[in-house]
């Protein structure tokens, strides 16, 4: 039991760094991204296979997959700088779908059958080892979010057009925003193989996208604390109706959409917790 549990917060700590990374791309600067999932599955075969036939240590070999998943997010950066709204989700779901096939059709891959035999970072070690990636990510990103980086990428968010007469350059924010979404994706993916010990094609399919984004969307798309609090509940909740897996499909959803009627710009909006806070401080005064 105590394994099970350690086990689902290292999972937690994991979609942590999924949802935080996205949020860089659609919240901060307000671009729909459904190419997470390929990120993912880049730092996480990356991972397993530079542990498993190449000795690599588990530490170094997760942040070369962390670093080639941001490689592929310049070069999905790169070309679609010109693309925004509907026609980039398309490309990057696009994307997603041809890592997905192409690790499907490899034979270092394992192809279908997956691949196993991963070394493991399983009880308390793996725990403190999701837990520290995850507060690594969470201070990079916020430190992002508050610099003039993050200015220019909310300007972006708000009106591109007035953004770039102001003489912010989006090309270039574009493509460091995709960069640090994708490393940290890769980032989690690496983690996760280490933590499932197996992972296949369709660990990354179209579904665990539409999951990433529900944190993002469910937190609220710009707050980095609402993104943390929606990995930790979606996380839990899909964990509690395990055992109700007949009704699970049903429940899970109905419960979003309740909340999402009852906070329509998610839990949070665009404000993070300490907002709250020092409201109600001003408030006590």
């Known amino acids: 039991m105590e394994q099970y549990i350690l086990l689902i917060m290292t999972l937690i700590t994991i979609n942590i760094i999924l949802a935080v990374s996205l949020n860089v791309i659609n919240g901060l600067m ?31 070999s997760v942040i070369i997959g962390a670093i080639l998943a941001g490689f592929f997010g310049f070069l999905i950066g790169f070309p679609t700088l010109r693309l925004k709204g509907d026609y980039l989700a398309i490309v990057t ?93 890769g980032l989690a993916g690496g983690l996760y193989a280490h933590l499932i010990q197996y992972v296949k094609p369709d660990n990354f399919n179209l579904y665990k996208t539409v999951d990433i984004l529900l944190m993002v969307v469910l937190g609220g798309s710009g707050s980095i604390t609402g993104s943390i609090l929606a990995a930790i509940a979606l996380t839990s909740i899909s964990e509690l109706l395990r055992e109700f897996s007949e009704y699970r499909m049903l429940v899970y959803p109905l419960m979003l959409i309740i909340l999402m009627l009852v906070r329509p710009n998610g839990i949070l909006g665009k404000k993070e917790i300490t907002d709250f806070i020092s409201f109600k401080k001003k408030r006590g005064v």
């Open 30 to 60: 307000g671009y729909l991204s459904l190419g997470h999932a390929g990120f993912m599955a880049i730092g996480a075969y990356t991972s397993a296979i530079l542990t498993t036939q190449y000795n690599f240590p588990i530490f170094i």
């Open 93 to 185: 779901l696009g994307f997603g779908e041809i890592i997905r096939i192409i690790i499907l059709n490899m034979t270092i891959t394992g192809g279908a059958k997956g691949y196993p035999g991963i070394p493991g970072i399983k009880g308390l070690n793996g725990f403190l080892i999701g837990l520290g990636f995850a507060i690594v990510t969470v201070i990079v990103i916020t430190n992002i979010a508050l610099s003039a980086e993050g200015r220019a990428l909310l300007s972006i968010r708000e009106n591109e057009i007035a953004a770039e007469s102001m003489g912010v350059n989006i090309t270039r924010y574009k493509i460091k925003a995709f960069i640090i979404g994708s490393l940290f994706a």
